[in-house]
């Protein structure tokens, strides 16, 4: 069983639309949360990471953390064709020093 | 602020061959780390480097692959010999703190594509 758990999609939304991206983890130990962008042929680039359950925003992006249920949620309002990218969860224990990632979702908006 | 460098961007060997791979992380940056990603398969762990020691080699596949970093700046991850299913994207990220001080998460390099045929 992969430690997380990720839908690679392609999703494809038009511009504007609300995109919901989700990862299931198993492992209760995890308690660091992260989302990653990679562009193509790029690094992974982050864009939220958060600690405890509930919700971080920061301009478009929400991060939503149930560790209840272990899951997380990452949803982009607004949502514009320069989004079109890979989208990858990661988590970690306290230890921070080995990231386990999802296999990432593929999002393409179109304009 | 330079970002994390890896070099070759792309390398393509037979299988048998010697490859190395160079990864120069952002100045100042104690905590390196490899990671690889193969076809169809999530990003994993390859090993974790603090200044020239090795903290965590956990994810090294086998002893084909060997990692270094001299002198705690740059770090190589030498595959030798190269096998069909070593083929991937290998990247290397920094970060200068650990455990949960940090909330800036790992810089990652662009990475290196590795095709072995």
């Known amino acids: 069983q992969k430690e997380v758990e990720q839908d690679p999609g392609p999703l494809s939304v038009p511009e504007g639309a609300i995109v919901s991206l989700n990862c299931t983890y198993s492992n209760s130990a995890f308690q660091y949360f992260m989302w990653y962008r990679q562009y193509s042929r790029k690094g992974p680039e982050l864009l939220m990471y958060t600690y405890s359950s509930g919700n971080k925003e920061d301009g478009r992006f929400t991060a939503q953390v149930d560790k209840s249920s272990k899951y997380i949620s990452l949803f982009i309002r607004d949502s514009q064709p320069s989004d079109s990218a890979t989208y990858l969860c990661a988590t970690h224990t306290y230890n921070f020093n080995k990231f386990y990632f999802g296999s990432g979702t593929k999002l393409n908006v179109k304009p | 602020e330079a970002g994390v460098t890896q070099f070759p961007s792309h390398s393509v060997i037979e299988k048998g061959q010697t490859v190395t791979l160079r990864c120069d992380p952002i100045?100042?940056?104690?905590?390196l780390y490899w990671y690889r990603r193969v076809m169809g398969k999530e990003i994993k762990f390859l090993l974790h480097f603090v200044k020239e020691s090795k903290q965590d080699e956990s994810g090294m596949p086998n002893n084909r692959f060997l990692a270094e970093r001299t002198g705690g700046t740059y770090s190589t991850l030498k595959v030798q010999p190269a096998e069909l299913e070593d083929s991937g994207v290998y990247f290397c990220?920094?970060?200068?703190?650990?455990?949960?001080?940090?909330?800036?998460?790992?810089?990652f390099g662009s990475g290196t594509r590795l095709t072995v045929v």
């Open positions: 100045s100042g940056h104690d905590n």
């Open positions: 990220a920094s970060s200068q703190d650990t455990l949960r001080d940090s909330s800036s998460g790992y810089t």
